[in-house]
C-alpha cells in the first residue's frame, strides 16, 4: 500500500494548497461532477478529441490507482460515461479527470468514482482515434506528466511531482489537526479570534514587521 497516497486522499485539497503555496492549481472550471469524494495517484495521460475510443482503451492499459488525464483540444463531445466509470471502478482506477467533457451524471453518482471535467454534454463523439498516450498534457492550464500526482476533491485539483506531495503532506496534516481544533473550540463556545494570534499580527503588519498569522490551538 502506497502510503503517500492514503494520506493525501486523507486530507483536503486546501490544506495542501496552504501547506506548499506554488502547487499548480487546475482550472476551477474542471470539477467535480461526483461530490464528496476525493482522489489522488499518478496521471496515465491521453489524447482524446471528440471520439472517446481512446479512453476505452486507456481503461486497460493504465495501471490500478492511476488518474484518466484526458486532453481535448477543448472540443465539447463528451468522451467518458457510466460504462468507462464503471470499468474505471473495476479495474481498480482512483479518478477519470477530462479537460473536457462527460455524461451519465446520475450513474457516474451511483458508481461512486471521482470524476471531475468542464460540464456534461450528452452527446458523444466518434470512436475512430486508436489515442495516444504517455504525452504531456495541458489540463486546465496546467502542464501535465505521465506521473506527475493529482489530487482533488470538490474544491478542485493540485498537480506535481511526488516529492513536492511528499515534502508538504506534515504540514497539511498539522494544519488539519489545527483547524479540527478551531470547529471544536467555537462548538464549545470560543471564539475564533481568541485561537489565533490575529491581534498580534495585526500588530506587526501595523509597525511594517514581518508576521504570518497563527493558531494557537
Request: glycine share 10%; hydrophobic share 45%; proline share 5%.
Amino acid at each position: 500500500m502506497d502510503t503517500l497516497m492514503e494520506r493525501l486522499r486523507a486530507v483536503q485539497v486546501s490544506s495542501l494548497c496552504d501547506a506548499d503555496k506554488g502547487l499548480a492549481v487546475v482550472d476551477a472550471a474542471i470539477r467535480a461532477m461526483v461530490p464528496d469524494v476525493s482522489f489522488a495517484g499518478p496521471a496515465f495521460t491521453l489524447l482524446a478529441y471528440d471520439d472517446h475510443l481512446p479512453v476505452l482503451v486507456a481503461l486497460r492499459e493504465a495501471e490500478p490507482g492511476s488518474v484518466l488525464v484526458v486532453a481535448t483540444n477543448s472540443l465539447r463531445k463528451a468522451v467518458s460515461g457510466e460504462l468507462f466509470a464503471t470499468e474505471a471502478r473495476r479495474r481498480g482506477l482512483a479518478a477519470i479527470v477530462i479537460d473536457g467533457y462527460c455524461r451519465d451524471v446520475r450513474g457516474l453518482r451511483r458508481i461512486g468514482l471521482p470524476v471531475h471535467a468542464r460540464g456534461t454534454n450528452p452527446m458523444s463523439g466518434t470512436t475512430r482515434d486508436p489515442g495516444t498516450f504517455g504525452r504531456e498534457v495541458l489540463l486546465g492550464r496546467v502542464r501535465v506528466s505521465p506521473g506527475d500526482l493529482l489530487v482533488g476533491d470538490d474544491d478542485g485539483i493540485v498537480v506535481g511531482p511526488r516529492e513536492r506531495f511528499a515534502a508538504a503532506i506534515d504540514t497539511a496534516e498539522e494544519i488539519e489537526r489545527a483547524e479540527k481544533a478551531l470547529v471544536e473550540g467555537m462548538a464549545a463556545g470560543r471564539d475564533l479570534h481568541g485561537m489565533t494570534t490575529v491581534d498580534e499580527h495585526l500588530a506587526a503588519l501595523a509597525k511594517e514587521q514581518p508576521s504570518a498569522l497563527g493558531f494557537t490551538v
